[in-house]
């Protein structure tokens, strides 16, 4: 069975530009959620989208968005990249409730 | 606010011995919690998880202890093996969601 699969693994941007990161969930779980890691601020919840709809947010700007696909792939987006958003940005799958979330490997983003 | 506290930044045992790491939380709506391995630029391995329905829980080698009174988990792996050494992090759900709070993580180190 496929894990969670991150694109792309690595990224180098810059200051004021967009990204957009992917990430393709284990088969026939439905909830993906997305996580900023840095070494400031650990492990930090972005937002949760389960059936194409989000259903958690964190105390993100709105610089950060995100969407998902019907079949439950997900995008997230940074616009106007600023230093600070250097990070691995994890992707994580559920399959419901109650039940553990697994990581994808993440994508390195680098932002110059 | 951090919500969930690992209080040890590290913890060194040695190989064979019991590795204990410890959490602590302060929301009480908390009702699923988790305990995750990570390597550095990888994503997190779930490793075990309970509910707060239950004070334990085992899976081979991993123990996970809840007290719900005092708000403190605690991961137990017996014996400890060199594989083991990384960062481990305590994480806590609300409702079963995908929304995952996570401590600041412990780095196990196991020494030969």
Known sequence: KAGVTQTPRYLIKTRGQQVTLSCSPISGHRSVSWYQQTPGQGLQFLFEYFSETQRNKGNFPGRFSGRQFSNSRSEMNVSTLELGDSALYLCASMRDRNTEAFFGQGTRLTVV | ?112
């Open chain 2, 1 to 112: 606010d951090q919500q969930v506290k690992q209080n040890s930044p590290s913890l060194s045992v040695q190989e064979g011995r019991i590795s204990i790491l410890n959490c602590d939380y302060t929301n009480s709506m908390f009702d699923y919690f988790l305990w995750y391995k990570k390597y550095p630029a990888e994503g997190p391995t779930f490793l075990i998880s309970i509910s707060s329905i239950k004070d334990k829980n085992e899976d081979g080698r991993f123990t996970v202890f809840l007290n719900k009174s005092a708000k403190h988990l605690s991961l137990h792996i017996v014996p400890s093996q060199p594989g083991d050494s990384a960062v481990y992090f305590c994480a806590a759900n609300r409702g079963g969601g995908g929304k995952l709070i996570f401590g600041q993580g412990t780095e196990l180190s196991v020494k030969p």
